[in-house]
């Protein structure tokens, strides 16, 4: 059965950091391209990072210089690390492939207080 967890999730004040942690089961998750994907309230689930198999990393212009995905293919867990975080931050965050075909998950909420 596929599933991932995602987890990490918190309240912090602006300029803090967090680290998000997405373990995946139920499938070969080095053959995977994985991304981190966030959802805030009214809008639609965007692509925030992606890292491929080989650990080419990818980031959008939002976040770009402030967080750092990363993998760990023999513990098939996927992680990212955010710094200096802003309210505008504050959203759900989930993981998945690049194209998300897998069963999404219940996504870990971050929220940024100014």
């Known amino acids: 059965q596929v599933q991932l967890v995602e987890s990490g999730g918190g309240l912090v004040q602006a300029g803090g950091s967090l680290r998000l942690s997405c373990a995946a089961s139920?499938?070969?998750?080095?053959?995977?391209?994985m991304a981190w994907y966030r959802q805030a309230p009214g809008k639609q689930r965007d692509l925030v990072a992606h890292?491929?198999?080989?650990?080419?990393?990818n980031y959008a212009d939002s976040v770009k210089g402030r967080f750092t995905i990363s993998r760990d293919n023999a513990k098939s867990t996927m992680y990212l690390q955010m710094n200096s975080l802003q309210p505008e931050d504050t959203a759900v965050y989930y993981c998945?492939?690049?194209?998300?075909?897998?069963?999404w998950g219940q996504g870990t909420q971050v929220t940024v207080s100014s």
């Open positions: 998945n492939t690049l194209v998300g075909r897998l069963p």
């Open positions: 139920g499938i070969i998750f080095s053959m995977y391209t």
């Open positions: 890292i491929t198999r080989a650990g080419s990393t």
